[in-house]
T-cell receptor
Framework: EADIYQTPRYLVIGTGKKITLECSQT?????MYWYQQDPGMELHLIHY???????EKGDLSSESTVSRIRTEHFPLTLESARPSHTSQYLC????????????FGPGTRLTVT | GEDVEQSLFLSVREGDSSVINCTYT??????LYWYKQEPGAGLQLLTYIFSNMDMKQDQRLTVLLNKKDKHLSLRIADTQTGDSAIYFC????????????FGPGTRLSVLP
């Protein structure tokens, strides 16, 4: 069954730690996205990728970085976590042809203490 | 830039119809989408409509699009307690590289 996975689902970590949030999809989609969802539930695009070796910054400036070495995998890394990084992070993927619908993973809730 | 607006809250009684409204500004929108988010979960795609269509129906869901007024609505017939969630409207725009612009979400509460 085609799907999109995120690990871990929940993470509590101390300030200054390096973390990587994992995202994988089995749908063969070229395009992948990372969103940050704030407590008011608004979604902000922070990174996206058109395919292998492609990464682009989204609308919301983020101290995180991403990589795309394999089509199915799009990890997000924070080199030094801070309390301001506490949020819900959602990964999504889509085809690059119409109707372009995005499919979302279950999310990672990150808390930085 | 592109903007998508929604009312933030809606309460309905179980069994009634719910209508969630959305307005957008980008006239080059190609598709418009409705997503549902339950607590602690990701977004689930409910339905989408091509910008040249007026209406789309899928079981209890009816989407109406008024392209002239840039107004989109989602009607849920016979609303159930399981429909309580946050509903996001989104548009896909050529101007935006087919990335999505999401509305702020409407929190639907279904009262017994």
């Amino acid at each position: 069954e085609a799907d999109i996975y995120q690990t871990p689902r929940y993470l509590v970590i101390g300030t200054g730690k390096k973390i990587t949030l994992e995202c994988s999809q089995t749908m063969g989609h070229d395009k992948m996205y990372w969103y940050q969802q704030d407590p008011g539930m608004e979604l902000h695009l922070i990174h996206y990728s058109y395919g292998v070796n492609s990464t682009e910054k989204g609308d919301l400036s983020s101290e995180s970085t991403v990589s795309r070495i394999r089509t199915e995998h799009f990890p997000l890394t924070l080199e030094s976590a801070r309390p301001s990084h506490t949020s819900q992070y959602l990964c999504a993927s889509s085809a690059t042809s119409w109707p372009y619908e995005q499919y979302f993973g279950p999310g990672t809730r990150l808390t930085v203490t | 830039g592109e903007d998508v607006e929604q009312s933030l809250f809606l309460s309905v009684r179980e069994g009634d119809s719910s209508v969630i409204n959305c307005t957008y500004t980008d006239s080059s929108s190609t598709y418009l989408y409705w997503y549902k988010q339950e607590p602690g979960a990701g977004l689930q795609l409910l339905t989408y409509i091509f910008s040249n269509m007026d209406m789309k129906q899928d079981q209890r869901l009816t989407v109406l699009l008024n392209k002239k007024d840039k107004h989109l609505s989602l009607r849920i017939a016979d609303t159930q307690t399981g429909d309580s969630a946050i509903y996001f409207c989104a548009e896909s725009s050529r101007n935006y590289g087919q990335n999505f612009v999401f509305g702020p979400g409407t929190r639907l509460s279904v009262l017994p």
